[in-house]
C-alpha cells in the first residue's frame, strides 16, 4: 500500500462514509416501495385469475378464430414489449432484462422485430441499434398503474390487429423474491385460449351460460381486459423486481462501504503511529547526537 | 364477512374484485346489477349469466343493512350460487369523493353540451359523465 498522508486517508474516510449514508437511505427507501409494490402484484391476482378463468370458459364454447386477438397467424413480424426501469443502482436488474430482450431480438434474425419500450434504461440501450423502437414510456415510476397497462394495451392492440405484429410478448423480470428476478419473456398476443375443435360441440360438462348482449360481445370484454391485467402483471411485478434489486444492492454497497471504511481507519492508524514512532526516533537520535 | 365460497343455502355469495384490491366478499339474498342492457337482479337459484357492466351502481344487503357499491363498467359472472363482478373501479358509498365526482360531472356535461354526437371525444366524454353519475347515486343513494 502506497504512504498515503494522514490528512488524505481522512479525507477519503469521510468520503466513504457519505456515499454508505447514500446507500444505506436508498435501501430503506426501496425496501418500503419494495412492500408496496408486492402488496400490488398480491392484490392484483384475484382479478386476474378470475378473468383468466371467464376467457377459458368462453373460449371452450366457441370455435377457433373466434375473436381476432386470439387468431394465429404465421410468424414474420413481432412486437417485443420491454420492461425496464428509468435509473440505475440495481444491480443486474435492467443489464439481464435488456440482454433478455436482445436474446429474444437475435433468434429471431430474419423476422422483422420492433419494440415498445418502458423505462429510460432500456431505451438509452435500444435507441443506439437497428431493431425499431415504436413507442417509449418514460418516467413512469409514479404511474405504474392500471391506466399506463391500457395505454400500453392499446399500442400492443392496435400492432396486432393491423397485422404490423403476428406475435407480441412481454420481457419483464418475473418477481421470485427479494433476491431473485427472472428475466421473463411471455407471449401476450395472441391471447392463448383453450378452443373448441370445428367439428366438435361445446364440451357436455360445461355450465349452459346465458350471455348479454351476446356472447362475442362478453368474449371481446372479457379478452381486452384479460390483455390489460396482463401487462399491468408485468408492470408490477417488474417493479416489485426493480425494488428488490436495488434494496440487494444498496445493501451489499452499505456492507462495502462499512469494511472499506474499517480497513481505512486502520491504515489511518498505522499511518499515525508510524508518524509517532518517527518522530521518537528523531528526538531520541538527535539527544544522542547531542551527546556524543 | 362471510366467506363467499360457503355462502349459506339461500344466499348468494357476493364478490367485486377490481385489478388493486378485493371491494367485497359477503354473502347477500340478493344483488342488483348495471347490465349493460339494463339493470336485472340476481338470486340464489339465478341461471348461469355472464354480462358486461355498465357504469352504475351495484346495490345488494349485508346482514339487513343495504350497502351501494359505484362500478365503472366491468363484467359479471353469475353462476352456481356466486356473483362474482369484476369491475375496473369500485367503490362503496362510503368511499365515494362526492365532490370530485360533482365536478367531474359538470366538466362532462359542458364538454358534452360543445359537441355533437360524431365527435371523437363524445364517448370518452359521455363515459365520464356516467361514472360521475354512478359515484353520485351511490352516494347519495
Known sequence: MAARSLKDIKRRIRSVKNTQQITKAMKLVSAAKLRRAQEAVETSRPYAEKMRELLEGIAMRSPPGCHPLLARREVKKILVILFSGDKGLCGPFNSQIIRAAAQLIRRNQGREVSLLVVGKRGNDFFRKRETPILGVFLDYSKRVGYTLAEEIAGKARERFLAEEADVVYLVYNRFKNVVVQEATALPLLPVDAPSREEDEGPPPDLVDYEYEPSMEAALDDIVNRYVVSQIYRALVESAASEHGARMTAMDAATKNAKEMIESLTLEYNRARQAAITKELIEVVTGADALEG | ?141
Open chain 2, 1 to 141: 364477512m362471510a366467506n363467499a365460497d360457503e355462502a349459506p343455502e339461500g344466499a348468494l355469495a357476493l364478490s367485486v374484485i377490481t385489478p388493486v384490491r378485493r371491494v367485497a366478499e359477503t354473502s347477500v339474498s340478493m344483488v342488483t346489477l348495471p347490465g349493460v342492457d339494463g339493470d336485472f337482479g340476481a338470486m340464489p337459484g339465478h341461471m348461469a349469466f355472464i354480462t358486461t357492466l355498465r357504469p352504475g351502481v351495484v346495490t345488494y344487503d349485508e346482514g339487513g343493512m343495504p350497502r351501494r357499491v359505484a362500478v365503472s363498467g366491468g363484467i359479471v359472472d353469475v353462476t352456481g350460487g356466486k356473483v362474482v363482478i369484476l369491475a375496473r373501479t369500485a367503490e362503496p358509498a362510503q368511499e365515494v369523493d362526492l365532490d370530485r365526482a360533482r365536478r367531474a360531472r359538470e366538466s362532462a356535461e359542458s364538454q358534452l353540451s360543445a359537441l355533437t354526437y360524431a365527435d371523437e371525444h363524445w364517448a370518452r366524454w359521455e363515459a365520464k359523465l356516467a361514472r360521475a353519475i354512478a359515484r353520485i347515486t351511490t352516494a347519495e343513494g
